[in-house]
């Protein structure tokens, strides 16, 4: 039952951009790039840190 719980961490990436009028901006830029598209970037990584925490953490492993 515990191990469940780490499964709603995976709602974070899902819930952080299902609403574009949010991050759709301009400011603040990053290395010339507007918000709207380092924020999805940013996202992209921080999704793989989540996915792979979830794997661990539930131990959801498959010999290959």
């Given at each position: 039952?515990?191990?469940?719980?780490?499964?709603?961490l995976l709602i974070l990436p899902f819930?952080?951009?299902?609403?574009?009028?949010?991050?759709?901006?301009?400011?603040?830029a990053v290395a010339g790039f507007p918000?709207?598209?380092?924020?999805?970037?940013?996202?992209?990584?921080?999704?793989?840190?989540?996915?792979?925490?979830?794997?661990?953490?539930?131990?959801?492993?498959r010999d290959v």
């Amino acid at each position: 039952m515990k191990r469940r719980f780490w499964y709603w961490l995976l709602i974070l990436p899902f819930a952080a951009t299902l609403y574009p009028p949010f991050y759709a901006r301009l400011n603040p830029a990053v290395a010339g790039f507007p918000f709207f598209y380092w924020y999805q970037l940013l996202w992209v990584v921080l999704a793989a840190v989540v996915v792979g925490i979830v794997l661990v953490a539930t131990g959801d492993r498959r010999d290959v």
